[in-house]
């Protein structure tokens, strides 16, 4: 069968198409650059814009299932040309925080739309990916630091390779129709823990610097970082420092159930992005 991959050139995406290419289904990608898709020998890249639904017509033509990458405002529209086309499973990448996000460009304007539209839908919905700290990499390379508030701060980072391996695994097999999965990596870690993770990788101490949140926060909106999502990351944080959660076990299992392997862990993911920081 052909499985078309949406978000196809991207940190999950990528993994996704090498999964599935794995398992010797016919394995389409879109993406909206095809000339600089750079995906491997046997994927057939086709070009289209999830904002754009009739663009997808020629990607979705002869497809039966379906990875799609969550781009809310237009997820109605791409579920029904999905639909005509005769795509019969769609599996949706969402997130562990779906439900606090109603807006009409939120996950579950996209997981609505695919569960609304009577095809067979599984909703993966990952925790932070561990690719988040790929923005330390500027500082790390430079001086070996990491300028931060909360550094006691909890998360469970999971692998973008995980995600993917998930995705690709309740694309081919049946049984998960109608299920969300939510998960996330093996252990809940400190950002402080996280980045000497990062140090063990690549083969050098680096150093943490805290710093003070009022002080991030004028950095941050000051960078770009819209100021709701600075407060609502922020706020996260600090509750996460004031009463560390532990890491949730429920999530945890959840990829080597489906996968038959255990997670991988963040020292594995700092050493898999290890040229990223040196
Ligand atoms: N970061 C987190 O902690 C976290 C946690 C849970 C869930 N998520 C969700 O996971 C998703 C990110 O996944 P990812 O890291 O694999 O994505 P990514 O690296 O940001 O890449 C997404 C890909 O989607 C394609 N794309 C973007 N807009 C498109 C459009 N309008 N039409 C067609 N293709 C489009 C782009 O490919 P082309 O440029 O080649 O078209 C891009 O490479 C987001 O929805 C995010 O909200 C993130």
């Known amino acids: 069968m ?92 969402s ?24 095809l067979e839908w599984t909703h993966i919905r990952p925790g932070e990916f561990a690719a988040n700290w790929l923005d330390w990499a500027p500082t790390i390379k430079e001086g070996r630091v990491v300028r931060r508030p909360y550094g006691a701060a909890v998360t469970q980072p999971t692998h973008e390779a995980d995600i993917a391996a998930v995705a690709a695994r309740v694309l081919v097999e049946d049984g998960h129709t109608g299920r969300t999965y939510t998960f996330a990596g093996p252990a809940a870690l400190t950002t402080v823990a996280q980045v000497d993770a990062i140090g063990t990788a690549i083969g050098a101490a680096v150093r943490f610097d805290e710093l003070d949140p009022a002080q991030a926060r004028a950095e941050w909106i000051s960078n770009g970082y819209p100021e709701a999502f600075v407060d609502w990351i922020f706020a996260m944080w600090a509750e996460s420092v004031r009463a560390p959660a532990p890491t949730n076990q429920e999530w945890a299992d959840i990829v080597p159930r489906l996968t038959g392997r255990p997670a991988r862990t963040f020292a594995q993911w700092a050493t898999d992005h290890a040229t990223d920081f040196r």
């Open 95 to 118: 997130g562990a925080l779906a439900d606090t996000d109603d807006s009409e460009d939120g996950y579950l304007a996209v997981e609505r739309a695919v569960e609304d539209s009577g």
């Open 2 to 93: 052909t499985i078309l991959v949406t978000g196809a050139t991207g940190m999950v995406g990528r993994h996704v198409v090498a999964e599935l290419v794995k398992t010797g289904h016919r394995v389409r990608a879109l993406t909206r650059t095809p000339s600089a898709a750079g995906l491997p020998d046997g994927v057939e890249v086709v070009g289209g814009d999830l904002t754009d639904p009739p663009s997808l017509e020629p990607s979705l033509n002869g497809v039966e299932r379906m990875y799609l990458f969550s781009v809310g405002r237009t997820a109605r529209d791409v579920v029904a040309a999905a639909k005509w086309a005769g795509v019969r499973r769609i599996v949706v990448l």
